[in-house]
Nanobody, 125 residues
Framework: QVHLVESGGGLVQAGGSLRLSCAAS????????MGWFRQAPGKEREFVAA????????GYADSVKGRFTISRDNAKNTVYLQMNSLKPEDTAVYYC??????????????????WGQGTQVTVSS
């Protein structure tokens, strides 16, 4: 079992920044491919960013490319999402996911077996 806990969400004005964290426990963190997804009210969960086990490979949704950066610290069992130049359309609950089977899990939500409880990000205009 993998236990994930997100933190760092909040209310921010458009153009501002937030850094989300996701702390993992229960498995060797370097053996987990990680991803960030988000879900707005009435919408499906959508891919935001993904990172490989080593951190050497990353991927982003077109909507966040150039504004968001995913990173990980395997010594701290934590994956981060740095979000800059936030827009009102970034408002959503942000979830981190973990995959034990693949080196890199990409944008497919079904690749991720474990999920955190989510953290709310609200961007005001």
């Amino acid at each position: 079992q993998v236990h994930l806990v997100e933190s760092g969400g909040g209310l921010v004005q458009a153009g501002g920044s937030l850094r989300l964290s996701c702390a993992a426990s229960g498995r060797t963190f370097s053996g987990l491919a990680m991803g960030w997804f988000r879900q707005a009210p009435g919408k499906e969960r959508e891919f935001v960013a993904a990172i490989s086990r080593s951190g050497g490979s990353t991927g982003y949704a077109d909507s966040v490319k150039g504004r968001f950066t995913i990173s990980r610290d395997n010594a701290k069992n934590t994956v981060y999402l740095q979000m800059n130049s936030l827009k009102p359309e970034d408002t959503a609950v942000y979830y981190c996911g973990a995959d034990t089977d693949r080196y890199y899990s990409g944008s497919n939500v079904y690749n991720y077996k474990y999920w955190g409880q989510g953290t709310q990000v609200t961007v005001s205009s």
